[in-house]
């Protein structure tokens, strides 16, 4: 698992650079722009799409006969990217975190509450966990290209979603029941986690290389 | 007799494929040639001995160690050289030892530089930069330096230059002077196998045509040069296949000495391992 995780990790060395630029960029804009509530939302949703690429990666290098052939078991395999997802997300949510602090700080008249960040925290978490929930089994399903496709609807449904139960979902986001809403969205993320790993496993272990 | 590899009635059905009952042993301490044409099932097969893809019957065993029942500690004593390199592209050498030493129980870091040195592999660089043949020597590192006894190779020389491809062969040679360790080489450049293979399994359309001992193997196979009147005194069974051209037959048998002992002023000349197997495939020359 240590040396998987390190595998994608290294492997995406440049890439995550790449994205660090373009989200301090992001930074400084909604600095100047005097709003920086959208940061966490950001973060994690870059967080979210890093996977991908790492099975995009992999795929390419046909990296998954070699790591099977050389002791990994399937399991394993499939359990390191939702390790993976977690940890870029645990540690993008985390550097936001420091952004957005050091962003306060220099502008108090911006800065978030421990609640407002508490709840952006938790939405971005919540649509990267939904995002790689989804995602992960239909890429072991139809690989990197075609689950591409498929992610950009995925990444809209919430959005439409919300649009079409808007009341409802205003409803859900009152501060009365703000905090249910929370544990309820996080219990069902977790849950969606759960079937979507053991999804996963099923797949892989058909699966042919 | 102990062997390194044991496959077994291996077979895998695909629509317009299969693998028939493909049997065959690797002994300890050898090298064992795995030669057949392009799409002749070379791949497939060290795929489904693999767990790769998924065999429909058949049984194989690493170190008497059954795949199926026992797979993580039958492949722990196994290395592999794809024709791919595996590796992602945006690695440098050192970030492979880093994940191989994590990953692979066996893994020798320092001998992995000492192959990576001997193969000018640079340091600096990452795989992307790196030319087919580099990949290629990148790959023999890695499985060399997992310190596994046995060492499945497909197709892993033919990105090479004959330079760099002889120093390899030396390197397997070496690797199998244990007693123990032993090889699985498959590959099409059967110069290689004349070299240093103990032993030629002859994979042709899915089915094993022969696995046996190479020195036994062409002791007993011969091209034979004809003329007409010759050939009409042939067996069939001693015939494999039939190339004519304007100075009468040549002949493939694999009875060379029963040939010999019937027709002794017949002329012929020693069969290599490419001469074997083009007479089997090329379906015009029988």
């Known amino acids: 698992m240590k040396g998987l995780l390190l595998k994608d990790f290294l492997s995406l060395k440049n890439y995550i650079r790449t994205i660090l630029i373009v989200l301090i960029a992001y930074a400084l804009f909604s600095f100047f722009g005097n709003n920086i509530s959208m940061l966490m939302v950001m973060f994690a949703l870059f967080s979210a799409m890093l996977p991908v690429t790492t099975f995009f990666y992999d795929e390419q290098a046909k990296w998954d006969k070699y790591a099977l052939s050389h002791s990994v078991e399937r399991r394993t395999v499939v359990l390191s990217k939702y390790v993976f997802a977690l940890l870029i997300l645990v540690v993008g949510e985390l550097i936001a975190l420091g952004v957005v602090s050091i962003l306060g700080i220099i502008k108090p008249e911006m800065a978030l509450t421990g609640s407002e960040l508490l709840s952006l925290a938790a939405v971005g978490v919540f649509y990267a966990g939904y995002l790689n929930a989804i995602l992960i089994p239909l890429i072991h399903r139809y690989g990197t290209e075609k689950a591409r496709m498929m992610m950009i609807m995925i990444l809209f449904l919430p959005a439409i979603l919300i649009f079409i139960f808007k009341d409802s979902f205003s409803a859900l986001l009152d501060p009365a029941v703000l905090t249910k809403t929370i544990i309820g969205l996080g219990i069902g993320i977790i849950a969606a986690i759960a079937i979507s790993i053991n999804i996963s496993i099923r797949i892989y272990a058909r699966k042919e290389f | ?286």
Not at chain 2, 157 to 186: A, C, K, M, W, Y
Request: net charge negative.
């Open chain 2, 1 to 286: 007799m102990s062997y390194a590899l044991k496959v077994s009635h291996l077979t895998k059905r695909y629509p317009s494929f299969a693998l028939n009952d493909i049997s065959f042993e690797v002994p300890e301490g050898c090298i064992m040639g795995f030669v057949g044409e392009n799409g002749a099932g070379k791949t497939t097969t060290i795929k489904a001995i693999l767990n790769l893809i998924a065999k429909d019957a058949g049984k194989v065993f690493v170190y008497s160690t059954d795949m199926d029942s026992d797979e993580k500690q039958a492949k722990r004593n196994i290395a592999v050289v794809f024709d791919d390199c595996c590796f992602s592209e945006t690695l440098s050498i050192s970030n492979v030892v880093r994940i191989m030493s994590r990953m692979y129980p066996g893994w020798d870091s320092r001998l992995f530089y000492e192959y990576a040195d001997a193969f000018k592999l640079p340091e600096k660089k990452i795989i992307k930069e790196y030319s087919k043949g580099m990949k290629m020597k990148l790959s023999i590192a890695s499985a060399l330096a997992c310190r596994a006894k046995l060492l499945i190779l497909d197709e892993a020389t033919s990105g090479l230059d004959p330079i760099v491809r002889s120093e390899i062969i030396d390197i397997f040679l070496e690797h199998i002077q244990n007693g123990q360790n032993s090889i699985l080489f498959s590959t099409h450049i059967t110069s290689d196998l004349d070299r240093i293979a103990d032993y030629i399994t002859f994979i042709h359309e899915g089915k094993i045509v022969f696995s046996e001992a190479k020195d036994a193997m062409l002791d007993s196979y011969a091209i034979l040069k004809c003329e007409e009147k010759e050939f009409r005194r042939l067996d069939s069974n001693d015939i494999v296949g039939v190339r004519k051209n304007m100075f009468g037959y040549e002949v493939l048998t694999d009875r060379k000495n029963e040939v010999l002992r019937r027709q002794p002023g017949i002329v012929y000349e020693k069969a290599l391992i490419e001469d074997i197997m083009l007479f089997y495939t090329k379906e015009d020359v029988r």
